[in-house]
């Protein structure tokens, strides 16, 4: 007996895609393993709101087309942009977002939920930070994390992702990727040097703040192959020790960036006469989103910005060649992506282009920018155990439970309990020896948690309404909220049974009875951990 493959392709190119939506809502709806290279720039936690003039200045016509495009969404008002979950454009005519953070408004109950039940180091890290920092650094790191979680999962193996933060969170935000990617998948902390700083910032008592922080993950070691080694030229005058001229590529780049000479990569914010500038209150240059572009892909590459505000990162994509994927919660940031894709004479949602700026890296082709709301996200076609997630969002609450085993312990508890058997199937981790037979490999790998009576249904999160399934006929369930008995059925329907008689493999209700000792009794190894209540 073989085991089931669950890869599957993934239909929909989405190169030179803007949503415009929240990004929860797209990363839920991407398949996993689909993107090369993750570069964003989210919020910082700041506590503050951030407002820029658009350069030039915004025009009549382009709020009513922001307008015209959210109506074509169905979204004709304030009321139906919050249900939507997309920033409501309020006749203002500047860029503004806003960095304040709360439990009430910006975390759902059910993220909490999940995080607690499948992240419990994550869990705990959110819960430190409240502790150390404040109940709005924690809200925020909640709302971080659950979209980082999904980061992760849509990254290829061979993967990157650059984070760019600053002081107010860069240290929690290291310990979340550290619990999310996993600590030996971290590589840099990059230092950039914004650059020249006011005189009014001079004055302050004490060493003037003077850069951000880009924290550099590959999703497994694979990636580590992946990076381009990146050369600053040497200086014209540049001599070695020896007296000669040297030979070798440059200076290779080190994790300072705009702190050496000849290494220019100013902050475009504070060179008031730039080119670049579309007024964006948080925009960076492209020559830096390039740097990283370069470095952790290749041509052809699909880059990823689920924070992309002015589109600063998606410009250095295409640039150079790479497939891109943007997404922004705000209209405005359409507005500001088709004036800087404009610029290559690109038509930006079935726009005729004009006012052509020709670049050396960018055919003149009229390429397509396709630009897509809330119910246009893409359909995923790989699917895990938390689908039941996703849609619709329940009243954004939070409280806790109490006690509860890790997602890994339960999986190696239940599949103990059946021989290291699928409860769907029968499906095991089929492994080939030396002398070619065949035994089963005892890995919680390729094995998903599901719930025996859906979540929709009230069905609980604890090990005893939990089963392990395998990947093909979870992704089989698709959003149908199925219960596993009615599962099996249809599976066994499909001749798709590889131990004949599922009653064979796990008596369920016995299963349950156990795993309801274990919890109770906790005379198992297995640990049931207490989590202290938040509400
Ligand atoms: C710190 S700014 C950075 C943007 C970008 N680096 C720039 O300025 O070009 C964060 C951006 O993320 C957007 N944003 C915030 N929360 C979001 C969410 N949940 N989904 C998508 N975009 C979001 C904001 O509208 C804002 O444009
Ligand atoms: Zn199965």
């Not at 619709?392 to 058997?421: C, D, H, V």
Request: aromatic residues 8%.
């Amino acid at each position: 007996m073989s085991p089931l493959t669950t890869t599957r392709p993934n239909p929909v190119s989405l190169n030179r895609h803007l949503f415009i939506v929240d990004n929860y809502h797209l990363l839920k709806s991407m398949d996993s393993e689909s993107i090369d290279l993750i570069c964003t720039d989210p919020p910082f936690a700041k506590n503050d709101t951030f407002i820029g003039s658009l350069r030039p200045p915004l025009t009549e016509e382009e709020i009513q087309k922001e307008l015209e495009t959210l109506k074509r969404w169905g979204i004709g008002s304030a009321a139906d942009a919050e249900r939507l979950d997309v920033v409501w454009p309020t006749g203002e005519t500047t860029a503004k977002f806003t960095d304040i953070w709360s439990w009430e408004s910006d975390v759902h109950e059910q993220w909490m939920d999940d995080i607690r039940d499948n992240r419990p180091t994550v869990f705990k890290i959110i819960e430190t930070s409240r502790k150390t920092h404040s109940e709005g650094t924690a809200a925020y790191l909640a709302y971080m994390a659950v979209r980082l979680i999904e980061c992760h999962r849509v990254l290829k193996s061979s993967g990157s992702l650059y984070l760019h933060c600053d002081h107010t969170a860069n240290s929690y935000l290291r310990m979340l990727l550290d619990g999310i990617f996993g600590e030996q998948n971290f590589r840099n902390e990059i230092i950039w040097r914004i650059g020249w700083v006011s005189g009014y910032k001079t004055q302050k008592r004490g060493w003037i703040r003077n850069h951000d922080t880009i924290l550099y993950y590959i999703k497994s070691a694979a990636a580590a192959k992946q990076f381009n080694k990146e050369y600053l030229p040497y200086p014209t005058d540049y001599v070695r020790r020896d007296g000669k001229r040297p030979t070798g590529k440059g200076f290779p780049i080190e994790d300072t960036w705009n702190c050496h000479k000849g290494d220019v990569l100013d902050s475009i914010m504070i060179k008031s006469f730039s080119s670049e500038k579309t007024g964006y209150p948080t925009q960076k240059p492209v020559a830096l989103a390039e740097r990283i572009v370069n470095a952790s892909s290749n041509p052809g590459d699909v880059v990823f910005d689920p924070f992309a505000g002015c589109a600063y990162i998606p410009v250095a994509a295409e640039r150079l060649g790479r497939q891109w994927i943007a997404c922004d919660i705000s209209p405005r940031a359409l507005t500001v992506l088709r004036r800087q894709f404009k610029k290559f004479e690109y038509a930006v949602d079935g726009e005729t282009p004009e006012g052509v700026l020709a670049s050396d890296n960018v055919s003149l082709a009229r390429t397509q920018v396709t630009v897509r709301g809330p119910a246009e996200l893409p359909i995923r076609t790989t699917m895990e155990d938390d689908i039941e997630s996703i849609k619709p969002l329940p009243q954004r609450r939070y409280k806790t439970r109490a006690s509860i085993f890790t997602r890994g312990e339960m999986l190696e508890f239940l599949l103990n309990l059946s021989g290291w058997r699928a409860w769907c199937c029968g499906f095991a981790n089929w492994r080939e020896n030396r002398d070619s037979t065949l035994s089963i490999e005892r890995t919680i790998r390729n094995f998903e948690l599901d719930h025996i009576d859906p979540k929709s249904k009230q069905g609980r999160h604890e090990i005893d309404n939990r089963a392990p399934l395998c990947p093909y006929h979870n992704s089989l369930k698709s959003d149908r909220r199925i219960l596993l008995d009615d599962l099996r059925i249809e599976i066994e329907e499909r001749g798709e049974l590889v131990v004949p008689s599922i009653d064979d493999l796990v008596n369920l209700a016995w299963a349950r009875d156990q795993a309801i000792e274990h919890l109770i009794g906790g005379r198992a190894k297995l640990r049931a951990r207490t989590l202290s209540g938040l509400a």
